[in-house]
């Protein structure tokens, strides 16, 4: 590990080159900072930002006031001016959300208020006849529709982010893991090849973020909360993104599309105590009957394990899910440090309005 006393003066280090690291590392950079993210892995996006549903999230379901509502529906605005002008594979698919019995009406209902609440809009009624108009495929009661729920190009959107980065001046250091964040006379970032003390320090390093807000007195504890997805082979029979009630930990085992409208099924929500990405198959037999509540005409052939992702937790099994952690120099007390933690869903939504609240802390 390089001497921390022999430390290089730097302007911006951002630990994390996921797509919160990059949207904020681009717009910092577009303020005139120089930056450097350093990047354990060898290419961008490889954890939770590569690991998810790529869904634009409406900001339906988080509560009042919470940043998780308030950054979803303004980073949804960005991200869709985002795609338009950096040409960013992207669609407004919108989303049905339907209710398998009539003692759910009262979730859509509450569904449709939070919505309002939030800034997102009308979510109209659906008759068990219009949803089956939009989704003959679909079983259910009734349920609502969310017209500007879309699905994104993750790693396009990323690489959009890279090179954003890069046009002004930022660069990415890869396989750069951070081994120490002290504040041993000033912020100190410590690899195994150099130290650095910049003037700010962005801590977005994802499922480690707490590990290193604890390096500089921060107190969170840490939770893992793997998702399973399946892909469906053949032709897609949905033509929109179909979710049910939302579960403990999730948003329940759901449809989502590819850009080339590839159906897969998930994220299931397994509790667990490390970065374990393995697929476990014996959980297919929960998945199929989840999806069959809503889609009995599953072939379940045709059900294919496709890959797994982990969300940063900052609440354990049990409790309820906790906001966004967006804290600057005036939260934490500590001159030039800023971290996010619990960046779960709805983060790629709201990436480029968490960076914009990042450049008004430190710019």
């Not at 993210?37 to 060898?42: G, M």
């Not at 961008?44 to 308030?70: C, D, F, M, Q, W």
């Not at 950054?71 to 960005?78: S, T």
């Given at each position: 590990m390089a001497d921390g006393s022999h430390a290089e003066d730097c302007d911006v280090v951002i630990i994390g080159a996921g797509v919160i690291g990059l949207a904020i590392g681009q717009a910092l950079a577009r303020e005139g900072r120089e930056v450097?993210?350093?990047?354990?892995?060898?290419?961008?996006?490889?954890?939770?930002?590569?690991?998810?549903?790529?869904?634009?999230?409406?900001?339906?379901?988080?509560?009042?006031?919470?940043?998780?509502?308030?950054?979803?529906?303004?980073?949804?605005?960005?991200?869709?001016?985002?795609?338009?002008?950096?040409h960013v594979p992207h669609e407004k698919v919108g989303k049905v959300i339907v209710a398998t019995s009539r003692d759910q009406f009262s979730v859509l209902e509450a569904y449709q208020h939070q919505a309002l609440a939030n800034g997102v809009g009308e979510l109209p009624w659906l008759s068990q006849h219009e949803v089956n108009e939009k989704e003959p495929a679909v079983s259910c009661v009734g349920g609502i529709w969310s017209p500007t729920t879309g699905i994104i190009d993750s790693h396009a959107f990323m690489l959009s982010l890279e090179g954003e980065l890069e046009t002004h001046g930022g660069m990415i250091a890869f396989l750069s893991e951070v081994d120490e964040l002290s504040t041993n006379e000033g912020l100190i970032v410590k690899t195994s090849e150099l130290a650095l003390a910049p003037r700010v320090v962005v801590n977005s390093a994802g499922l480690d973020a707490p590990t290193f807000a604890r390096q500089v007195g921060r107190e969170y504890r840490t939770y893992y909360a793997k998702g399973h997805y399946y892909t469906l082979s053949g032709r897609s029979p949905f033509s929109h993104l179909v979710y049910p009630i939302a579960e403990e930990g999730g948003l329940g085992v759901h449809v989502t599309l590819d850009m080339a409208h590839q159906a897969r099924f998930g994220p299931d929500v397994v509790w667990q105590c490390d970065h374990d990405y393995a697929f476990d198959?014996?959980?297919?037999?929960?998945?199929?009957?989840?999806?069959?509540?809503?889609?009995?005409?599953?072939?379940?052939?045709?059900?294919?394990?496709?890959?797994?992702?982990?969300?940063?937790?900052?609440?354990?099994?049990?409790?309820?899910?906790?906001?966004?952690?967006?804290?600057?120099?005036?939260?934490?007390?500590?001159?030039?440090?800023?971290?996010?933690?619990?960046?779960?869903?709805?983060?790629?939504?709201?990436?480029?309005?968490?960076?914009?609240?990042?450049?008004?802390?430190?710019?």
């Open positions: 450097l993210i350093l990047e354990k892995q060898d290419a961008i996006g490889t954890e939770t930002s590569s690991r998810n549903s790529e869904v634009i999230h409406a900001g339906i379901y988080y509560p009042s006031g919470s940043l998780k509502a308030e950054l979803c529906v303004r980073g949804k605005q960005l991200l869709y001016e985002h795609c338009r002008t950096h198959e014996s959980r297919r037999a929960q998945f199929i009957a989840a999806i069959r509540s809503y889609y009995p005409d599953l072939d379940e052939s045709k059900l294919q394990p496709g890959y797994t992702g982990i969300r940063p937790k900052l609440a354990p099994r049990g409790e309820p899910a906790s906001d966004f952690v967006v804290n600057g120099p005036q939260e934490t007390g500590l001159e030039g440090y800023v971290e996010l933690l619990g960046i779960e869903s709805p983060g790629l939504t709201a990436s480029l309005a968490i960076a914009e609240r990042v450049v008004e802390m430190v710019c």
